[in-house]
């Protein structure tokens, strides 16, 4: 157990709806990162904050965003989905940032139907 | 072309054998090299974490990293059927980024 949460852990909803994934990280843990992993593509990285701050984008699409809140759980918002949304969606926490080992929670799974 | 190539596999090996897995990268001002293990449906793991050229121990897992070659590897001695496993290649890039390799899945048969 990596001591980082995630919930739901599967979700499955229509083309063009709107969904939150949720994220706890390790105590004490400053940084959340936010990443997708699919088949074809990989595990890419979307997103990370440090302490409430937004630090770096990957390839995160406009119609995604994310946040992190004063207590450092932070939630990924995903809207207008498409089927290749479909995927697993993994958040990361770290002490500090870069260079800082990742530990990653059990990952949401979104079906797109 | 993405910044760290990794072969999917999938590889097989008989139990007790060494698996050998590598990747390559593009940048060489990259410095810190890991290698994560992920279970079918589970968040990665983190196996070995090196910031240099050269080769770092840690029970059954050896990660070598050549700079000049831009290529890191990791050996798993006297494999077990519980190492069965997708095992990813990452590195941080100059912005702090982690990059993934595409990841190779392992199986190892008794």
């Known amino acids: 157990d990596s001591g980082v949460t995630q919930t739901p852990k599967h979700l499955i909803t229509a083309t063009g709806q709107r969904v939150t994934l949720r994220c706890s990280p390790r105590s004490g843990d400053l940084s959340v990162y936010w990443y997708q992993q699919s088949l074809d593509q990989g595990l890419q990285f979307l997103i990370h904050?440090?302490?409430?701050?937004?630090?770096a984008k990957g390839n995160i699409l406009e119609r995604f965003s994310a946040q992190q809140f004063p207590d450092l759980h932070s939630e990924l918002n995903l809207s207008s989905l498409e089927l290749g949304d479909s995927a697993l969606y993994f958040c990361?926490?770290?002490?500090?940032?870069?260079?800082?080992?990742?530990?990653f929670g059990p990952g949401t799974r979104l079906t797109v139907l | 072309q993405k910044e760290v190539e990794q072969d999917p596999g999938p590889l097989s090996v008989p139990e007790g054998a060494i698996v050998s897995l590598n990747c390559t990268y593009s940048n060489s001002a990259f410095q810190y090299f890991m290698w994560y293990r992920q279970y079918s449906r589970k968040g990665p793991e983190l196996l070995m974490y090196?910031?240099?050229?050269g080769n770092k121990e840690d029970g059954r897992f050896t990660a070598q990293v050549d700079k000049s070659s831009k290529y890191i590897s990791l050996f798993i001695r006297d494999s077990q059927p519980s190492d069965s496993a997708t095992y990813l290649c990452?590195?941080?890039?100059?912005?702090?980024?982690?990059?993934f390799g595409a990841g190779t899945q392992v199986v190892v048969t008794p």
């Open positions: 904050y440090y302490n409430g701050e937004e630090r």
């Open positions: 090196t910031y240099s050229s």
């Open positions: 990452a590195i941080f890039d100059s912005w702090g980024k982690l990059q």
């Open positions: 990361a926490s770290s002490g500090s940032g870069v260079g800082d080992e990742q530990f």
